[in-house]
Structures are given as C-alpha cells and as structure tokens.
C-alpha cells in the first residue's frame, strides 16, 4: 500500500510576511520524490482554529504519517520535538488574542510523546549535510497546539499514524544575510526530505 503523509506549516506571524514552514509544507508535499501519497495544508496561526483544522484533516485522511512543521525564531538547525503538552499560552494570535493556560483538548492526557523515531531522523538529516537536534517539548502555543492535537487525535480515533513536529529555521533573507540565524530554504529541504524518506521506509515495513 501507498504511504499517506500529512504535511502542515504555518502561515506567517507576528507581522512577518513569509513563514517557512507553510512553504516548505507545499514544497515537500509537491516535488518528494519518495512513492508517497502526500497532502500539504498551511495552517492558521489562531488558537483552537489551528487545533480544530488538525483534526478535521486527520478524520479526512487518516493518514499514517503526519508532519507538522512550524517557525522557531532564532533557530539554527532543524529541530525534532518530542512531547506535545496540553497547555496553551501566548500571543497575540493573528486574530489579536492572547492566552494564559487553556487546555488545548480539554480534559485530555497532560502530554503525548512523539511517535517518530527521532534519533534516526536526526542521523539521517546528519548525514545528506543538514545540522539537526531534538528538543524536549515544542512550546506553549501554536506549534505545540497542532502537535498535540494530531497526537491526541489519533489517539482518540484509533490511527496508528507516526506524528511528530520540526521546527525550522528561518529563510536567511528573512533576517537579513549575515544578520542573523538563519538556514537556506534548499538545505532545510534537503533535510526534511530525508526525514520523510525515514518515515515512510518505517511505514512501508511495519505494514
């Protein structure tokens, strides 16, 4: 059977005009080249909005692999998160509204592990050229938000998907050449498609 992926980004935030993860979600869902079924969707930046469409796009697809993605300012490696928590704070939002401590499903689990084989993901990154680590939890807000709610989703509705989440970097004409951390969008290409190639290998053997 046919591996189907999941791929979502972001759409820009915080006054800024381009968010990675959103382009590189279309870009990675488009041009592969892995013998996947892969959809992409950019999602808002809008607490219980961004959580809501994750899961209408889990029961739609049923996917078995999901790749969420999101902006992480100041980055400079790929970075592979690895728990979900159901806490939400921040903003402003990009409906202009701020959050101290909602639960993100409420009376859910405190927290998911991601389901991806994140050390592999790492090496495999590694070794096309393409600086990544792992980080222990993908924040408070909306990245955070979609994480756990694909983990708990699936949960709920019995999809034994692999989901987990990467921070990117910036765009380095985001922040100015030289000014500031950034990552080329070809080379963060290069490293989630190599990520993606270990997640469907996964799914192609486990099934």
Known sequence: MVTTVLITGFDPF????????????????????LGADARAEV?????????????RLIT???????LAM??????????????GVN??????????????GEEIAPGGPPAYFSMFP??????????????ARDSLSA?????????????????EQSIEASVGFVHLPAFP???????????????????LQAMLGVLIRADETAT
Do not use: K, W
């Open 173 to 191: 004409d985001m922040v100015g050449e030289g000014s500031g951390p950034s990552m080329a969008r070809e080379v963060q290409f290069r490293g």
């Open 43 to 55: 999602l808002p930046v809008v607490f219980r909005q961004a959580s809501g469409a994750m899961r």
């Open 139 to 155: 924040g408070s807000y909306c990245c955070n938000e979609v994480l756990y709610a694909a983990l708990h989703t699936c949960a």
């Open 118 to 131: 994140i050390d592999r993901l790492l090496a495999e990154s590694r070794d096309c050229g393409v600086p």
């Open 60 to 66: 739609e697809t049923r996917p078995d692999v999901v």
């Open 14 to 33: 915080g006054g800024g005009d381009r968010n990675p993860s959103g382009e590189l979600a279309l870009e990675l869902a488009e041009r592969h080249g």
């Open 70 to 83: 999101g902006l992480a300012g100041g980055a400079t490696t790929l970075r592979v998160e690895r728990i």
């Open 87 to 100: 806490f939400f704070r921040g903003g402003p939002d990009n409906a202009g509204d701020r959050y101290d």
